[in-house]
């Protein structure tokens, strides 16, 4: 069973800093794209960011230049550095992953929450 679990999330204040982490285990024979979106209340969920597994980043215009997606060395780790947070970043951050266990699908993270205070 594959499993992706989310850390990192918390309260700050506005212009600081959060890192989340999200790892996938389980049954897995290779990982493509990993990524992250967001759900704020009442909204639709939305992309944040994705990398693909050769380290091609996309981001979401509202965090140009303040978010940064990573994978680490494992490849089975995706990391979403957030500095200069506002309270409209505010909202459920979602991990997922096309992971290949046997076939490929998309997999989702539980979610973590994020809160921006100004």
């Known amino acids: 069973q594959v499993q992706l679990v989310e850390s990192g999330g918390g309260l700050v204040q506005a212009g600081g800093s959060l890192r989340l982490s999200c790892a996938a285990s389980?049954?897995?024979?290779?990982?493509?794209?990993m990524g992250w979106y967001r759900q704020a209340p009442g909204k639709q969920r939305e992309l944040v960011a994705d990398?693909?597994?050769?380290?091609?980043?996309n981001y979401a215009d509202s965090v140009k230049g303040r978010f940064t997606i990573s994978r680490g060395n494992a490849k089975n780790t995706v990391y979403l550095q957030m500095n200069s947070l506002k309270p409209e970043d505010t909202a459920v951050y979602y991990c997922?992953?096309?992971?290949?266990?046997?076939?490929?699908?998309?997999?989702w993270g539980q979610g973590t929450q994020v809160t921006v205070s100004s």
């Open positions: 997922n992953a096309d992971i290949n266990s046997g076939y490929t699908r998309r997999y």
């Open positions: 389980g049954s897995i024979f290779s990982i493509n794209a």
């Open positions: 990398i693909t597994s050769g380290g091609n980043t």
